[in-house]
Nanobody
């Protein structure tokens, strides 16, 4: 019903920056909260940042001041701007979203929550 596709990952040197995107498509009436997670090698998935439909944000302490979450509601796209990257930021980065489903241009009263397949970020020292 809804697809989330992350992009923008790649190889970057320590201290560098990357901007990740998360494009949502499908039966979207509106998107409530969008979130970014990551999972490093041998580590559990970690919530990094969240943004509500009105733009309120929250960050994990591990990325506060270095990462910025944003969204373009008109394009159903979320972003994660990452700067001052460290080797320990190496991980697969995932976006998730809670979507109000569309039926003929109206809300059908139900929600969908899901994940993208992730994009790999590798930070070299």
């Amino acid at each position: 019903q809804v697809q989330l596709v992350e992009s923008g990952g790649g190889l970057v040197q320590a201290g560098g920056s990357l901007r990740l995107s998360c494009a949502a498509s499908g039966r979207i009436f509106s998107i409530n909260e969008m979130e970014w997670y990551r999972q490093g090698p041998g580590k559990p998935r970690e919530l990094l940042a969240a943004i509500t439909s009105d733009g309120s944000t929250n960050y994990a302490d591990s990325v506060k001041g270095r990462f910025t979450i944003s969204r373009d509601n008109a394009k159903n796209t979320g972003f994660l701007q990452m700067s001052s990257l460290k080797p320990e930021d190496t991980a697969v980065y995932y976006c998730s979203a809670e979507v109000i489903l569309d039926e003929g241009g109206f809300s059908d009263g139900s929600t969908w929550y899901g994940w993208g397949k992730g994009t790999l970020v590798t930070v070299s020292s």
